[in-house]
């Protein structure tokens, strides 16, 4: 990659979903990277996320384009590393509690149709025999089917491109938190010094510590700013019994729920995202309270896990993508929804990286967080 046939030496921060694909696509591209992070990624966000994969219409016509490409991505990278089944093509079913929500979730599927993406209206039972487990009748409301969503099992993603990435040369350094960027030169917590001709910062909730340290600004949304929700609860169910079996994502009033593997199902509710910080085994519960309205035949599972993540938000609410101001040799991504995007923006790294910029990135660079005199150090 580099002039004279010597390989590019890449650190690449954060082992989350976004810098475990960034690391394995650079890898694959004929880059020597280390990949860093302060903990397994087996603990992180990513591997407990809802994981659901689609293309994001709330108004940002880039942001439709940039979750839309990662569907593709999502395929090829699914193509490329098989391994056990994480990735799960089988769309997503969605249903309003209200005629005003019917009226909202009929005008957004209008609205998706419109730009290319399909989105199906079904009755109860069109829906439920996709779904048998599900509880809707002939009353039920209109259901929309979005054909293209997907599903990940994220931890199993998370394992398998990392072992994907090792087969092509990625060193995985765990357990060592990133403290500091210092010119082109990652400073452990050990003390240990990590060189490359480039750093690609994708640390999450770390991200704006981390680029202090350089002279950089990223700011996120703080954890407990009252305007947004930043934190998130999932729920892990124990297994489920096999009449309790769904197959796609469901977007039900008040619940939304991922098949997991085992017979699991993981469960996200957004308005008890709003209690948080709370009594998380008292939230977890009153999560899981809501399944059985939604899956009769899943009452009497329990709660198996709850994680309580906090999502990584720049302040403007749009992804950050690119070079730092007035560097070629450090570049950031930070984002929430990172696993639904994880592969484009790794695809977007490496192609910037070599030298040649995305058009898909141009809308998200970094510089719109810089000092009118430029970056905080020279």
């Known amino acids: 990659?580099?002039?004279?046939g010597t390989a590019m030496n890449v650190v690449v921060v954060g082992a989350g979903a976004i810098g475990t694909c960034t690391a394995y696509r650079l890898a694959r591209q004929g880059a020597a990277v280390t990949l860093v992070d302060a903990q397994d990624p087996g603990r992180s966000l990513s591997a407990h996320s809802f994981a659901w994969v689609n293309a994001v219409d709330d108004g940002s016509t880039p942001y439709f384009a940039l979750s839309r490409e990662s569907l593709a991505a999502h395929r090829r990278l699914a193509d490329e590393v098989p391994g056990r089944q994480w990735y799960r093509p089988t769309g997503n079913l969605a249903w309003a509690g209200s005629p005003e929500g019917a009226g909202s979730l009929l005008a957004a599927a209008e609205s998706y149709r419109s730009k290319g993406y399909p989105a199906e209206v079904l009755t109860?039972?069109?829906?439920?025999?996709?779904?048998?487990?599900?509880?809707?009748?002939?009353?039920?409301?209109?259901?929309?089917?979005?054909?293209?969503?997907?599903?990940?099992?994220?931890?199993?993603?998370?394992?398998?491109?990392?072992?994907?990435?090792?087969?092509?040369?990625?060193?995985?350094?765990?357990?060592?938190?990133?403290?500091?960027?210092?010119?082109?030169?990652?400073?452990?917590?050990?003390?240990?010094?990590?060189?490359?001709?480039?750093?690609?910062?994708?640390?999450?909730?770390?991200?704006?510590?981390?680029?202090?340290?350089?002279?950089?600004?990223?700011p996120l949304v703080e954890p407990d700013d009252p305007a947004v929700t930043t934190r998130g609860l999932l729920v892990r169910t124990s297994p489920v019994p096999g009449d309790a079996t769904v197959r796609r994502v469901l977007h039900a009033p008040g619940l939304s729920v991922r098949p997991h593997h085992g017979r699991r199902l993981v469960l996200h509710s957004h308005d008890v995202d709003h209690t948080l910080p709370a009594d998380v085994p008292t939230a977890a519960e009153a999560v899981l309270g809501r399944l059985a309205a939604v899956v009769p035949a899943a009452a009497g599972v329990?709660?198996?896990?709850?994680?309580?993540?906090?999502?990584?938000?720049?302040?403007?609410?749009?992804?950050?993508?690119?070079?730092?101001?007035?560097?070629?040799?450090?570049?950031?991504?930070?984002?929430?929804?990172?696993?639904?995007?994880?592969?484009?923006?790794?695809?977007?790294?490496?192609?910037?990286?070599?030298?040649?910029?995305?058009?898909?990135?141009?809308?998200?660079?970094?510089h719109r967080f810089a000092p009118a005199d430029g970056p905080l150090s020279g």
Do not use: K
């Not at 048998?132 to 002939?138: E, G, Y």
């Not at 690119?322 to 490496?350: C, F, K, N, Q």
């Not at 192609?351 to 910029?357: I, N, W, Y």
């Open 1 to 4: 990659m580099n002039g004279g």
């Open 124 to 218: 109860g039972p069109q829906a439920r025999a996709l779904e048998p487990a599900l509880r809707l009748d002939d009353r039920a409301g209109p259901v929309v089917l979005y054909p293209e969503d997907a599903h990940l099992h994220p931890d199993r993603f998370l394992a398998e491109v990392q072992a994907a990435g090792r087969r092509q040369g990625v060193r995985l350094v765990l357990g060592d938190a990133a403290v500091a960027v210092e010119d082109r030169t990652v400073r452990l917590a050990s003390g240990v010094r990590l060189r490359g001709d480039v750093v690609v910062c994708c640390a999450g909730r770390g991200t704006g510590p981390l680029l202090a340290s350089a002279g950089h600004a990223v």
């Open 302 to 366: 329990t709660v198996e896990s709850a994680f309580v993540g906090v999502r990584p938000m720049p302040v403007d609410g749009h992804s950050v993508v690119g070079w730092l101001p007035g560097s070629d040799r450090l570049y950031v991504v930070v984002t929430h929804s990172g696993v639904t995007l994880a592969p484009v923006l790794a695809e977007i790294v490496t192609r910037e990286v070599t030298g040649a910029r995305h058009e898909l990135a141009e809308a998200f660079r970094p």
